[in-house]
């Protein structure tokens, strides 16, 4: 269906009028034009759709102006504004309150069928003299969230806007929020009270959200405690809400985080201060079950109607993916002026890609054996290759404007040698003889409590002192059909109710099959463990992906010599990303296209797989002596491949962005989510 609603201009222009007339009625208020929005602007076609239910469309404004749109200040200007409410009463939008949103969450009163949460951030002075008389003309109810340091600042003195000087003007004043707040229509929330700006949180000197992020002390070079930080986060927030009471005899429900960054640790503390609502800046629509993780569509660049039409309704719609998967390891160099001239070609080659994702390897592995001895973060278990995790997440998320995974290993970490490895049985041998298979990865028994609380630990400490949107979790966790023979496993089979003999079990098919199902479930179980001691500490936005083999999706049964089953992972992660690469499994050349078709269309039997799957293609030719490139057209042609076979996420390992492969020119056409975006 074509994605707008007709709108006939001269019903548009007779609200704009009317609006534009009660708006000057109300706060005798003259704009400079009417409002006017250019053909090539204006919605075309219709639709009729129906709004998930439970879900609704949350908007983030900032300041509103009657020139041109500032963009320092995320702006739109009056006439667009007036335009775009316009269009939402039109096409039967229904804003709602907080207080409706909280009913609904209950489960009191359901919503509107078209509900939309209107926000404005930062407290300008504009949401007084522009936006209070609009709302007071549609009756509509509106959510403002001040940061309390600047509307403490004095008449005539200068807001420290990130940096900038701003005259104390631009902002309101607690007078004016508490007669807007008495109005009943203006919800009045926290935008913190003195942490809207950007801390050090590398030693490579990146600024971050000072609300979400572990600062790092460039004297010391230390960063700050996780007590520290609780302490600074509590303090802010009960200012802030001591402010805001003070001047409305409320206190504040709603969390706004600045720059739309939130943390997990200050969900916690924010929970506690009484906080019940609180709004990133993530793309999709909203639910009333999820009130602390409230994303927001953001009227950045002054949308004209036609842009803001397209975006308001398709916001419940998945983002397309587009995956390129990038080794740290090519990117690090003892010689930081070379690492830092690395980081500039990785950016730039992943901003010319337009691509929408990338998996970036958090962990280091420089020899090639999948065994982590070190990491690319602070951490308490292991050695710090070098601190730049962070660093590099964050240039690729706002200079290349992509999501960024971290990818992590799940077992195959160098940990005490007293820990227990998977230990492989033999059935030649003594199963109390049974050693690590050395064709496998090394990895830890998941079985081993010891082991498992280290492994949290990491995850916790990735968590803490970068900023990344979701966990890519590596293919280390499998476990074959002989495995594991440790004597944590034989433990945790016998209280399970299962033999402690691995020919016992491999012998019956019935306790064959429970032991697999207990191991399969052993392992999702741990990854789901780690990932959300990810998201205390990060915050619940944290996406979820995992890699699966390609046998257990193409054979079942195979599941026993890997302990991963396709099924439990759709219902499980936020994304499957099965290893879809044809040499790897031994195809030749002129049959990858058809196997690759045939994995494809086996994930499509389950309904809505497809929306959850993201297929990564290889870049190399493993099964060859050096590993050599794979041509660009034969990776451009796969990835055509999947997508006429239904694919519609899809990525590829590993890029090398220094050796310009694959080649741009020959990759982008293919993957390019701006070039060649729907399947």
């Known amino acids: 269906m074509n994605p707008f609603i007709r709108l006939d201009a001269f019903r548009l222009l007779f609200w704009a009028l009317a609006l534009a007339g009660l708006a000057l009625l109300s706060a005798c208020h003259t704009l400079d034009s009417m409002p006017f929005t ?299 002026a070379q690492m830092d001239r690395n980081l500039g070609l990785l950016v730039q080659r992943i901003a010319d890609l337009e691509i929408t994702t990338v998996f970036l390897q958090a962990y280091a592995d420089p020899i090639g054996d999948g065994l982590v001895q070190s990491v690319y973060f602070p951490n308490r278990w292991l050695p710090v290759r070098a601190d730049i995790f962070n660093r590099v997440a964050w240039q690729l998320r706002n200079r290349a404007k992509v999501k960024v995974y971290a990818w992590m290993p799940v077992l195959s970490f160098d940990l005490d040698p007293a820990f227990d490895r998977v230990a492989r049985w033999d059935p030649n041998t003594s199963q109390s003889n049974a050693q690590p298979d050395p064709n496998q990865y090394r990895r830890l028994s998941p079985f081993d409590a010891r082991a498992r609380k280290q492994i949290i630990d990491i995850y916790e400490d990735l968590a803490r002192y970068a900023h990344f949107d979701g966990l890519l979790f590596h293919d280390d966790a499998l476990l074959g059909d002989f495995e594991d023979v440790s004597p944590s496993a034989l433990k945790a089979y016998k209280q399970a109710g299962l033999p402690d003999d691995i020919e016992a079990l491999r012998s019956n098919p019935a306790l064959m099959h429970r032991w697999t199902r207990f191991k399969t479930k052993a392992l999702n179980d741990f990854t789901m463990e780690l990932a959300e001691r990810v998201k205390a500490v990060r915050g619940p936005q944290i996406k979820t992906a995992r890699n699966i083999f390609a046998m257990p999706i193409l054979q079942p049964e195979s599941e026993a010599w890997f302990a991963q089953n396709l099924d439990d992972f759709l219902a499980l992660y936020d994304y499957t990303a099965p290893m879809a690469m044809p040499y790897m499994e031994g195809i030749a050349p002129e049959q990858s296209n058809e196997w690759l078709t045939k994995i494809v269309k086996e994930v499509a039997e389950r309904p809505g797989a497809l929306e959850r799957t993201v297929f990564e293609i290889q870049a190399r030719d493993w099964s060859k002596p050096g590993s050599p490139f794979i041509s660009g057209p034969v990776m451009a042609g796969w990835m055509k491949t999947l997508q006429l076979s239904g694919a519609k996420h899809f990525g590829y390992y590993p890029d090398d962005f220094i050796a310009n492969h694959p080649p741009l020119s020959e990759i982008r056409p293919a993957i390019s989510a701006s070039w060649y975006p729907y399947p």
Do not use: C
């Not at 039967?92 to 207080?99: G, I, K, N, R, T």
């Not at 992020?213 to 986060?233: C, D, G, I, V």
């Not at 503390?269 to 409230?294: D, F, H, K, P, S």
């Open 38 to 336: 250019p053909p090539n602007e204006r919605p075309t076609g219709s639709m009729e759709t129906e709004w998930p239910q439970h879900e609704l469309l949350t908007l983030a404004y900032h300041d509103v102006e009657d020139g041109t749109p500032d963009q320092t200040f995320l702006s739109v200007s009056t006439d667009q504004l007036i335009n775009q409410l316009a269009w939402l009463r039109e096409n039967e939008f229904e804003a709602v309150s907080v207080d409706q949103v909280m009913a609904a969450h209950k489960g009191l009163e359901p919503l509107p069928e078209k509900p939309v949460l209107l926000t404005f951030d930062d407290g300008y002075k504009s949401f007084y003299t522009r936006v209070y008389p609009i709302l007071k003309a549609y009756q509509w109810p509106a959510v403002l969230a001040p940061v309390g340091k600047w509307v403490d600042t004095p008449p005539g003195g200068k807001v420290d806007f990130g940096g900038t000087p701003v005259n104390r003007d631009r902002f309101l004043n607690w007078r004016e929020i508490a007669e807007m707040s008495k109005s009943g229509l203006v919800e009045i929330a926290a935008h913190t009270n003195d942490l809207h700006f950007g801390t050090l949180a590398n030693p490579q000197g990146n600024k971050e959200p000072a609300a979400s992020s572990y600062r790092f002390n460039a004297e010391t070079q230390k960063y700050e405690s996780p007590e520290h930080y609780r302490q600074r986060l509590s303090k802010d927030a009960k200012a802030i809400a001591g402010k805001i009471e003070k001047a409305t005899g409320k206190a504040p429900r709603v969390w706004v985080w600045p720059y739309g960054s939130a943390g997990g640790t200050a969900l916690h503390i924010l929970a506690q201060e009484g906080y019940r609502v609180a709004m990133t800046l993530e793309n999709g629509a909203g639910t009333v079950n999820a009130l602390m993780n409230m994303p927001r569509m953001l009227l950045a660049n002054a949308p004209g109607l036609g842009d803001f039409a397209s975006q308001a309704l398709s916001v419940d719609q998945p983002d397309v993916v587009r995956v390129a998967h990038i080794d740290l390891d090519y990117l690090y160099d003892s010689n930081p």
